[in-house]
């Protein structure tokens, strides 16, 4: 495991990790990742969500009630359901993104794949990520686990994630690149 000097993506590792043994013994990794995922589409699709998690100001119980609403209506179940209303009750809501990451890398690292973390300035059609997924498999030497998640702040191009290498080819950073350079001219 990849030790952080972040106090918050330790707690999200071990938990992520406590998560992944138990899915194992229960033969449920899949099940759990597609549940993480859902979890976390709703958390990125939502602000109120997101203070929830976030805010200090919700009490523990106010948060354990509100997600054991929200994973029922949902329809997360068994582990990953009951994972997420322990997080709650153990007051580690603020550490659920950093610990659906942990999870994703885990499982990836596990089904032998290595795992790359996609930013795109639009959303990428099947044939673009299949064109990608095939790119960074020649570069790892293995398959690849691509999450994509869009951020039009960019304008254009990627930013590519994987282990401890960034590839930044957005249009956003060549344009601030730009901007530095005439400035150090002028």
Known sequence: MAQSSSPISAVAERYAGSL?????QANS????????????????????LAR???????????QARAIAAIVDKAGITGLTGNFLRVVARNRRLFAVPGMIKAFR?????????????????????AAQQTELKAAL???AGK???????????????????????????????????L???LKEVG
């Open 105 to 125: 890398r885990i499982a990836a690292e596990h089904r032998g794949e290595a795992a790359a973390e996609v930013t795109s300035a639009h959303e990428l059609t």
């Open 20 to 24: 992944f043994e138990l899915a194992q």
């Open 143 to 177: 398959d690849v686990a691509v999450t994509v998640t869009v951020d039009p702040s960019l304008l254009g191009g990627l930013v590519v994630k994987m282990g401890s290498r960034q590839i930044d080819t957005s249009l956003k950073t060549k344009l601030n690149s």
């Open 52 to 62: 929830l998690i976030n805010s200090p100001v919700f009490t523990s119980d106010d």
């Open 179 to 181: 901007k530095l350079a």
């Open 137 to 139: 498999k020649s570069v």
């Open 29 to 48: 990794v899949a099940k759990v990742e597609a549940d993480l995922n859902s979890f976390g589409a709703m958390l990125d699709g939502s602000a109120d």
